[in-house]
Structures are given as structure tokens and as C-alpha cells.
């Protein structure tokens, strides 16, 4: 019997969507097995909005940029239906059913395989696929679309040195990675950043000045600083782990109003990540007597036609994902593993997550070259 097989793609978007659905698709087909595809992430699935995917659909989509299937940020078990938030859950598994699916394949971040397990776990056969341009999903070695954008911010930075060096100014270009910093980390190393700012590392704006203000003692009179967009300063970061840490308590009291009351002191952190970094450039300026901009490269870095690596990297899972259908393996996320892919259990990859260790080869890198890590 030809197995039925579903895909959705779900969380922000990422360059190597379409090189994955594609994979899976053409894979599939060639297995003599039906695909269907879900728009926009779980709320196409949740809402019973289909794509069959035929070989024409599949064609000519390597190269594009987004996902032809829609995504979107919905969860499963909170999804906004009319003015009401609700647990759709149940009309999940159900549409899963009445499509008589065998396998549903979801490609997505850390919030993905996180909304996946919980469906695995109400008895839908899983699988995921790692995909997020913040490259922090645990138990893979890296996540498809890292790799284009980081070849997009470094682009960027390039393009930035030659303005920041006519204008002698400090240019402060904003990456994104609000809990991990391999984008802003990779690209600045890449790009030749003079000072890297990353959440792993909280910074201290002293050292960060003492920094710039010794390349201008050099006679160089520009710098540019590559922050990513969750890093914060020690202070701020201070406060931020307290509050994460006071909410873990409070739930686990079951203490909704406090958990409530602590979500709001978090939004400061979250609602607008770029105050931090307009802040940063305005007390660079105070402190080192040079001007300076800010760059926010924000969602051009998730646009595009996706590079060779990652085009590679999602041709690589997607196929090897039918393979594992193929052998009734389920309830797992498909991962890199050096040139091979592995089939790790999703309960051993939601909960973690995947960043940069302090004495990570690139961070040791960096600091040799002279770059400024903050601290
Ligand atoms: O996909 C991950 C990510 O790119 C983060 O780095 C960033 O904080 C976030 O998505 C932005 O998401 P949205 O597209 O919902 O604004």
C-alpha cells in the first residue's frame, strides 16, 4: 500500500524551504507515496487548507526563497480562533486522519519541534526537519538557512566598512538571533567585525568603548559593532535571567498571577529588541566622541534565493527523511550529522537549545584576531 505523506512548514521563514519540500516531494514521489502539503504551518493544517504537491508543483522551487506552502507562528495547542485563543489539538488529529495520512513532516525551528513532539505525542506519526536561520535548534549540527544568512549579513558589513571608514564613524549593524548568536557571531567574524556582541556573552559597555577608543588611539577612526539582537548588557542580562528564573518558579507553583505579572517585566526584553541596540549606538557616541549608525538588517536576512550549502543541507534531510518513513521510523527530527543525517528522538531535542558556548572555536577565534567580544 503507497503511504500518504503531509508536509507543513511553520516559524519564521528561512532560505532552503522549498529546497526541502522539494526533497521530501520528489523523494516521496519516486517511493510511489501521495504528498499533500499544508499552507501556512499548523493553522492550514488546523483549518484543512491543502496543496497536493505533483512533480510540476515541486518543479523549478530550488532556487526560491519563502515556502511555497505559507507559514505562520500558530501553535496547535493555542491557536487564535475568532477573539478567543483555543487548544485545536483535537481538530488537528482529526484532519490528520481524515487525510489518512501515514506521516506528517514538519519543517521548522525550536517552536516547531516543540509544537510537533506534543502532536507526536497525542499519537500523529512525526517527523521534523531543522530549519531557522538562528541555528539554535539542539541535536543537529547545523539548521538550513543559517548558512545564506550569514553569507547576506556579511554582505551587509562589507558594504558597511566603506561608509563607516569615510564617515569615520562607528556603524552599529543589528543581526538576528535573540537567544543564540552564531548569525551575528559568523558574520561578524566573516565580515571583520571590530567588536561582536552576542546573548551568550553579556556585554560591558566599557569594554566596548575601551575597544573602539584604541583603534582611534591607532589612527583608525571607524568601527563597526555586529550585535545581535538578544545580546544584552550585564546589567540588563542580570535582570533578565532573574525573571525567566523567577517565571520557571512560579509556574512550576502553578502561580498564574505572578507568571502573568512576570511576562509583563519580560516584554521590555522582547517587544522591541532594537531600543537595546539604538540605545547601544547612542552611548558609544557619548563615550568615544564618534558618531554613529545604526543598521538594522531585520527580516533581509531571511529573504531570497538560498546559497549552494543550504540548498545542499535541505536536499540532503528532506530525501533522507523518506528514507526513515520508508523504514517506519517516526517521532524523530531529521539532523545533520557531519555528512550524514541522524533520526533523533524529538523528545531529546525540544527543551534545549543550541548556543554558543563561551569557548567555542569561533569565540576563540575572534578574541585572536582582536576582535572585541564585549567582556
Ligand atoms: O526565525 C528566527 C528569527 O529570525 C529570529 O532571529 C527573530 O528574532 C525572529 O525570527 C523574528 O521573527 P518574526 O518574523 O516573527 O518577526
Known sequence: MSKHIGILTAGGDSPGLNAAIRAIGKSALSSGMHVLGFRDGFRGLMENRTMRLERETLSSILTRGGTILGTSRDKPHKMPVGSEV?????????????????????????????????????????LTLPKTIDNDV??????????????IATEAIDRLHSTAHSHHRIIVVEIMGHNAGWLALGAGMAGGADVILIPEIPY????????????????TNFSIVAVAEGALAVADHQRYTSLKAAKTEAKEKADSKAVKKIEEALLEFTTNRSNNTLRLSQELEKMTGLESRVTILGH????????????????????????????????????????????VPLAEVVGKKNLVPKDHPWVLAARKVGTCMGD
Not at 539542539?138 to 553569507?151: I, K, L, N, R, S
Not at 560591558?204 to 589612527?219: C, H, N, S, W
Request: net charge neutral.
Open 138 to 151: 539542539a541535536m543537529t549540527d547545523v539548521t538550513f538557512g543559517f548558512h545564506t544568512a550569514m553569507e
Open 86 to 126: 483555543m487548544d485545536m489539538t483535537q481538530v488537528i488529529c482529526d484532519n490528520y486522519r481524515h487525510h489518512n495520512l501515514d506521516a506528517l513532516i514538519c519543517i521548522g525551528g525550536g517552536g516547531t519541534q516543540k509544537n510537533a513532539y506534543r502532536l507526536a505525542q497525542n499519537g500523529l506519526n512525526i
Open 300 to 343: 533581509y536576512q531571511r529573504g531570497g534565493t538560498p546559497s549552494a550549502a543550504d540548498r545542499m543541507l535541505a536536499t540532503r534531510l528532506g530525501s533522507a527523511c523518506i528514507d526513515y518513513i520508508e523504514q517506519d521510523i517516526g517521532g524523530v527530527m531529521i539532523a545533520a550529522d557531519r555528512d550524514g543525517t541522524k533520526a
Open 204 to 219: 560591558d559597555l566599557e569594554a566596548v568603548t575601551a575597544a573602539i577608543r584604541k583603534r582611534k588611539q591607532r589612527g
